[in-house]
């Protein structure tokens, strides 16, 4: 009988273990889909449904050059992004030293995804569990949900288009719960009439999102470092 557990358990480890494998394997493809892009300068439009901050549409600029030097300038206004939360940089999603496991199968759109769910190892990571959906045939994530410790949870949706070569997005819609939401400085609060000062919590306690459309990629043609001072 103890052999036969004995037996059982080396078993179940040796599944384990291969099926972790496979997902650190999948995780490592995309990752190198990704890292194709050592820069990029990217044009596009922001908008911000938060119900407690008025915040009109306005054009963005993004630079990016490896490995994580990362710029974002609006027109007009100031850019409203949560704070700690996921970075419109995908790359950061896979910075940090997890260990992957397979959480089963979904369906995003149309799309059939394999979820794998990403722990830090380092515990000191402000970041508690990332789970990802992932494009297996094009090697795209297509979703992504962050819990940390300091921010709450925010999720990521990613749509494709002619940059998905490289693994870039042409829309990312960010959403997020308002009330683990930190101002940046120099937003004020704005209501309309209808809403009043006393209603802030039960404000804040919706769901605040961020879309940000991409018109143009300029990719691997060199950023001058100046552009990050």
């Given at each position: 009988?103890?052999k036969?557990?004995?037996?059982?358990?080396?078993i179940?480890c040796?599944?384990?273990?291969?099926i972790a494998q496979?997902?650190?394997?999948l995780i490592n493809?995309?990752?190198?889909k990704i890292?194709?892009?050592?820069?990029?300068?990217?044009?596009?439009?922001?908008?911000?449904?938060?119900?407690?901050?008025k915040?009109?549409a306005?054009?963005?600029?993004v630079w990016f050059?490896k490995?994580?030097?990362?710029?974002?300038?609006r027109?007009?206004?100031?850019?409203?992004?949560?704070?700690?939360?996921?970075?419109i940089?995908?790359?950061?999603v896979?910075?940090e030293?997890n260990?992957?496991?397979?959480a089963?199968?979904?369906?995003?759109g149309?799309?059939?995804?394999?979820?794998?769910?990403?722990l830090?190892t380092?515990?000191?990571?402000?970041?508690?569990?990332s789970?990802?959906?992932i494009?297996?045939?094009?090697l795209l994530?297509?979703?992504?949900?962050?819990?940390?410790?300091?921010n709450?949870?925010?999720?990521?949706n990613l749509?494709?288009?002619?940059?998905?070569?490289?693994?870039?997005?042409?829309?990312v819609?960010?959403s997020?719960?308002t009330?683990?939401y930190k101002?940046?400085k120099?937003?004020?609060?704005?209501?309309d009439?209808s809403?009043?000062p006393t209603?802030?919590?039960?404000?804040?306690?919706k769901k605040?999102?961020?879309?940000?459309?991409y018109?143009?990629y300029i990719?691997?043609?060199?950023?001058?470092?100046?552009?990050?001072?």
């Amino acid at each position: 009988m103890k052999k036969l557990i004995v037996l059982s358990l080396l078993i179940c480890c040796f599944l384990f273990d291969g099926i972790a494998q496979d997902e650190s394997t999948l995780i490592n493809k995309v990752k190198a889909k990704i890292e194709q892009v050592n820069d990029y300068i990217a044009e596009g439009n922001l908008k911000t449904d938060v119900s407690f901050i008025k915040a009109p549409a306005g054009k963005i600029k993004v630079w990016f050059k490896k490995p994580d030097k990362f710029r974002l300038t609006r027109e007009k206004g100031i850019s409203i992004l949560p704070k700690g939360g996921v970075s419109i940089n995908l790359r950061s999603v896979f910075a940090e030293n997890n260990v992957a496991l397979g959480a089963g199968e979904s369906v995003i759109g149309s799309v059939q995804t394999k979820i794998v769910k990403l722990l830090p190892t380092d515990e000191n990571s402000d970041i508690v569990l990332s789970t990802i959906y992932i494009d297996t045939s094009a090697l795209l994530v297509r979703k992504v949900i962050t819990t940390t410790k300091e921010n709450g949870t925010y999720e990521i949706n990613l749509y494709y288009g002619k940059y998905s070569n490289y693994a870039l997005p042409d829309k990312v819609v960010f959403s997020f719960n308002t009330r683990d939401y930190k101002l940046p400085k120099g937003i004020t609060l704005e209501f309309d009439e209808s809403e009043k000062p006393t209603d802030l919590n039960k404000l804040k306690n919706k769901k605040g999102k961020v879309e940000i459309t991409y018109t143009s990629y300029i990719i691997n043609k060199g950023v001058d470092d100046r552009v990050f001072k």
